[in-house]
């Protein structure tokens, strides 16, 4: 006879949910909901590309923004970087996005393997105080008087010096260097390396994802640089490219010959309108994160999970 406490339950035969075939149904809406997201992407660089190539005609038959391309009116960046505003400006960011990337990258990264080597000199004060960073920010009044009472005030170096650290990215870079086996410190301090030597030879080879997603923060940081050009900087021809951007689409302002009908000189075309610069503007501060997230892409998932994660 068999009592219920002789029966044995059952396991299940089949596999977890999330291992299941998908259904046609999810398929279908899996599908839906990533086209929706492309072409929510895609519709608005696309309308932003066209109308930069647009000629005045073509914007006022359109009402604004053009969608469907008639012509090819690349004048809107000849305006550009024939020379003035706009071509300064666009030295200006390419400028301080190189030396403020390169220098933001040097400190974090020497910052970082410093404090992930526990005993250090000054090992928690130093690390209490870039933490404290996440809780407290001095804020604009005296970060202003701060760099004015530093000579900063029109100075390029305004545009760097603030952003230099970005207590995340260091956080991030020493979560990342503590997860390297100790045992390869040790070897290499048995064979007479050096601090630096094991920098240079050990962790930062080891380190390429994680330094390359921080390097990328930092270079968008700067590349889009905005608020402290508003602050700091008042000379035209140190303004940014975002600063510019601002000007031309707030203020209303644009460059010498736009919208005004003139041939442009060697090109044939006549001069653009201001909501065709505008776009150009956009595209031009578009390109180079298009240009570098490519070779940064494939570290930079694991660049993120690799860094984030520390137990």
Known sequence: MTTLASVKPRRPTGRPVWEEKPTLLGRLGKGTIITVVVLAVLVPLWVVVVTSLSSTDTINAAGGYVFLPREFNPS????????????DAVLVSTTVTLIGTALSLTV??????????????????????FLLTFLIYPGMIPSYLVVTGL????????????????????????AFFMSIPQELFDSARIDGAGEFRILFRIVLPLSKAVTAVVGLFYAVGYWNTFFNA???IDRNDLQPVQRVLQ???????????????VVLPGIGYSAPPNLAIKMAVVVITLIPALIVYPFVQRHFTKGVIVGAVKG
């Open 76 to 87: 809107a960046y000849v305006v550009i970087f024939s020379g003035g505003q706009v071509t």
């Open 230 to 232: 508003v602050l700091y």
């Open 108 to 129: 974090t990264v020497l910052a970082a393997y410093g404090l992930s080597r526990v005993g250090t000199l000054f090992h928690r004060p130093i690390l209490f105080y």
């Open 247 to 261: 000007q031309f689409i707030l203020a209303g302002q644009s460059p010498t010959n736009a919208g005004t009908g």
């Open 151 to 174: 000579g900063l005030k029109d100075n390029l170096l305004a545009l760097v010096v603030p952003a230099a650290v970005s207590a995340f990215n260091l956080v991030v870079l020493r």
